[in-house]
């Protein structure tokens, strides 16, 4: 009989049902989420329902990275930037939110940012700073246009997951954009490591800026924690971290990708 109903049911009605489904799934995986302790980590089998509550749309984070970016914002003592929004924000902004920190998002598509402004309504993030960034060509690279003077200047963790990777220098301007606004100590954790364009941006991030990194992977996906010496701070807060400030960054326009570079964010 359910299988019958199935079959005659409008393609439109059973999608607008799996939608009301993960919907449900999705507000009893929050709850859960805001429910752990203030410091603590959620295990993993809870970002595993937020992701299945979520739902798969090709760009939310999934397994490890996912893992590691929850552990991040459980410690994290600063507020918190994020390049790129999603299932990640809501994560971020329910965990940093419960030592009073804040989120600033940053979002070059009008649609996603609809999705995710609509989802932080829903869940009541007012901590969140979700902010419609169109892309910029800022000459060697495009990236961002962010609201420099209304960001804070002491970001202690980064979640770089944007923009795509076909733009021009990738995931690259960040650091040449934003790196002034990091705090001491701040670390970035860039999502898609396995893919070639992620891999030139993290050399030319080291050779350029001192930034160290450790890549780590699981089931195909990789991602890198990264940090900075205080000898690499101290000469980027010397001479501030903005594009003006650097000059020519000399990034190739194109980085050639694999077979395997499928994910489209």
């Not at 999603?86 to 979002?107: F, P, Y």
């Not at 990034?251 to 990708?257: D, R, Y």
Request: aromatic share 8%; glycine share 10%.
């Amino acid at each position: 009989m359910v299988a019958l109903v199935k079959k005659i049911l409008p393609a439109s009605l059973k999608e607008k049902i799996k939608s009301i489904n993960r919907e449900r799934r999705l507000d009893a995986a929050i709850r859960r989420l805001a429910s752990i302790g203030e410091n603590e980590a959620p295990a993993p089998d809870v970002l595993a329902e937020l992701g299945r509550g979520w739902g798969d749309d090709g760009f939310r984070a999934v397994g490890g990275y996912l893992e590691e970016l929850a552990r991040s914002a459980a410690k994290v003592r600063g507020p918190v930037l994020e390049i790129g929004s999603g299932l990640t924000t809501l994560v971020l902004g329910t965990l940093v939110g419960r030592r009073g920190l804040a989120v600033w998002t940053l979002e070059h598509h009008p649609e996603f940012f609809r999705q995710t402004q609509e989802k932080l309504k829903r869940y009541r993030l007012t901590n969140v700073h979700l902010t419609l960034a169109p892309l910029r060509d800022y000459g060697d690279f495009c990236w961002y246009d962010p609201p420099l003077a209304e960001l804070p200047r002491n970001f202690g963790l980064i979640v770089a997951d944007g923009p795509p990777g076909d733009v021009k220098g990738g995931r690259f301007g960040l650091l040449p954009v934003l790196r002034s606004h990091f705090a001491p100590g701040a670390v970035v954790l860039l999502d898609d490591a396995e893919r070639v364009q992620e891999g030139a941006v993290l050399r030319k991030w080291k050779s350029e800026y001192g930034l160290s990194y450790q890549l780590q992977a699981r089931g195909g996906k990789a991602w890198a924690i990264c940090s900075f010496s205080e000898e690499s701070q101290e000469v980027i807060r010397s001479v501030g971290g903005h594009v003006s400030d650097i000059g020519s960054l000399g990034l190739s326009s194109t980085v050639p990708t694999t077979e395997d570079d499928r994910r489209p964010d």
